[in-house]
């Protein structure tokens, strides 16, 4: 049965991004930075790596509550086999936009929702891949220099002029590319008995 209020719904992120697109369902939540050591584990995998980490950032929030859920995400780029950082510099931006160029790119977004009173956590892992077009070392300069995405994965903003860099997207929610798979995260709401539509 659904609840009818919504239990308190704490995102364990301070990303602005993730903080925008969890607003586009519901203006009830909390934001909470997350204490989480997010090193990778020896010869961890991408997928492990996005599951653990979001569990592990939910758990570092619940911990400090009675009740709620906890939104946990985690979020990482593969290509070649290799796992993607943010580039941090624009040196290290305009070099991953040149290896991307005419290749796949995929992003693997671990999603968990844990409900503090219950101690019930569901983990999925969201992929998603971007098909960059061959691109021109003035047009990755130009991008880097026009939209700075030096905080962002794979070195660009899917949201805004980082469209330009791409000849297809491919997967089921564009908004999990951003940071924060919204269908998935619905589903593991009404698994929880919250329906955003009809919860006021």
Do not use: W
């Amino acid at each position: 049965m659904a609840q009818t209020s919504l239990p308190p719904l704490y995102l364990a992120s301070t990303s602005p991004y993730r903080r925008q697109l969890l607003a586009k369902l519901t203006p009830n939540f909390i934001a909470v930075k997350p204490e989480t050591d997010e090193t990778p584990k020896p010869a961890e995998d991408a997928s492990t790596l996005v599951q653990r980490l979001a569990r592990a950032k939910a758990q570092a929030v619940a911990a400090t509550l009675k009740e709620g859920l906890v939104i946990g995400s985690d979020q990482v780029a593969v290509f070649n086999g290799q796992i993607i950082g943010k580039p941090h510099t624009r040196d290290n931006a305009i070099v991953q936009l040149t290896q991307f160029s005419g290749h796949n790119v995929t992003f693997l977004t671990g999603l968990a929702l844990l409900n503090a009173a219950t101690g019930n956590c569901q983990l999925t892992v969201e992929p998603f891949t971007v098909c960059f077009r061959h691109l021109t070392e003035a047009e990755i300069i130009a991008y880097v220099e026009r939209e700075q995405p030096l905080d962002c994965a794979g070195s660009f903003k899917s949201e805004g002029l980082g469209i330009s860099l791409f000849s297809a997207l491919r997967g089921d929610d564009p908004n999990s590319l951003i940071g924060l798979p919204l269908i998935k995260l619905l589903h593991l709401l009404r698994n929880e008995g919250v329906n955003l539509l009809t919860t006021p």
